[in-house]
Structure formats: C-alpha cells, structure tokens
C-alpha cells in the first residue's frame, strides 16, 4: 500500500504527470478489479448511487489530467465515506 500512497501523492502535487499504469495501480487498490479492462479504457464500479463509475482512457501510455482529478475526487468521497 506504501506505493500506492506514493502514486496518490505525485497525483495530487502534478496530475498531468501520471502514467495510465500508475492510475490503474490506485484504482485497483481503491475500488477493485476493472468491470472493463480490454480495450482502451479501464471502467471502475463506484460504491454510491448516482454516475457509480470511474472511466479511464489510456492516452499513449498516459492518464489524462481531467482523469486523475476525478479519480482523487472519488478517492476522497470513498475515505469521508468510510470515515
């Protein structure tokens, strides 16, 4: 988990700088197995009502900054959640 807690902090101080890898890696750990890994997008299942997913595309073996920004803002949401 120590690496994970690495990955989320570069996320958080520079999220234009992350690897599709690396993000995958904090959504594994965060929300479980993809629903959707084949193509080139990866689909996280959420656990509240409303839009429950994540969706990432890999854009050339990067993550989109927009991306990482929703993924953190899950993060959080899952961690006040659980509290």
Known sequence: M????IILK???ENPK?????????????????ARQ???SHRVY???WVGD???NIPN????????QVRQVLQ???????QSG
């Open 45 to 47: 299942k959420t656990p």
């Open 37 to 39: 890994s084949g193509s």
């Open 10 to 12: 570069q996320m958080r």
């Open 17 to 33: 700088g992350v690897r599709f890898n690396d993000l995958c890696k904090v959504c594994n750990s965060y929300f479980g197995k």
């Open 2 to 5: 120590a690496n994970i807690q």
């Open 59 to 66: 854009d050339k073996g990067k993550a989109k900054p927009y």
């Open 52 to 54: 429950p997913r994540v």
């Open 74 to 80: 899950a993060i959080d949401r899952l961690q006040v």
